[in-house]
C-alpha cells in the first residue's frame, strides 16, 4: 500500500515520543500490505474499527493512541485522515 500523509504521523511521533515505536511498527505492516478488503485488514488488527465514508480507525499502543484512515483498496493507498491521543479522538468527526 502506499501511504498518504506519513508527515502526519512522523510530526506526531515528535510531539508523543512514546508512540514512535507502535506507528513506525504501523507504517511498516501498512507499506507491505496487499489487502483487497475491509475484511482482510480485520484479521491483522482485530480490534480496528470501520466507521462511515470507508474510514478505518486503529487502535495504536493499546489504546492511548487512534489513527483514522481511508484506504483506497483498488488502488492500494492509505490516506490518514488524523492521528491523536484517545482523549482527542473522542473530539473527531469522522
Given at each position: 500500500?502506499?501511504i498518504?500523509?506519513?508527515r502526519e504521523?512522523?510530526?506526531?511521533?515528535?510531539?508523543?515520543?512514546?508512540?514512535?515505536?507502535?506507528?513506525?511498527?504501523?507504517?511498516?505492516?501498512?507499506?507491505?500490505a496487499?489487502?483487497?478488503?475491509?475484511?482482510?485488514?480485520?484479521?491483522?488488527?482485530?480490534?480496528?474499527?470501520?466507521?462511515?465514508n470507508?474510514?478505518?480507525?486503529?487502535?495504536?499502543?493499546?489504546?492511548?493512541?487512534?489513527?483514522?484512515?481511508r484506504?483506497?483498496?483498488?488502488?492500494g493507498?492509505?490516506?490518514?485522515v488524523?492521528?491523536?491521543?484517545?482523549?482527542?479522538?473522542?473530539?473527531?468527526?469522522?
Open positions: 500500500m502506499r498518504v500523509g506519513r504521523i512522523h510530526s506526531f511521533m515528535a510531539l508523543h515520543a512514546d508512540s514512535r515505536q507502535a506507528l513506525a511498527a504501523w507504517l511498516t505492516r501498512m507499506a507491505a496487499t489487502w483487497v478488503g475491509p475484511q482482510e485488514v480485520m484479521v491483522e488488527y482485530p480490534r480496528a474499527s470501520v466507521v462511515r470507508g474510514i478505518m480507525v486503529f487502535r495504536i499502543k493499546g489504546n492511548d493512541y487512534r489513527l483514522a484512515a484506504i483506497d483498496f483498488a488502488n493507498v492509505v490516506r490518514i488524523a492521528v491523536g491521543t484517545h482523549a482527542e479522538y473522542d473530539r473527531w468527526r469522522l
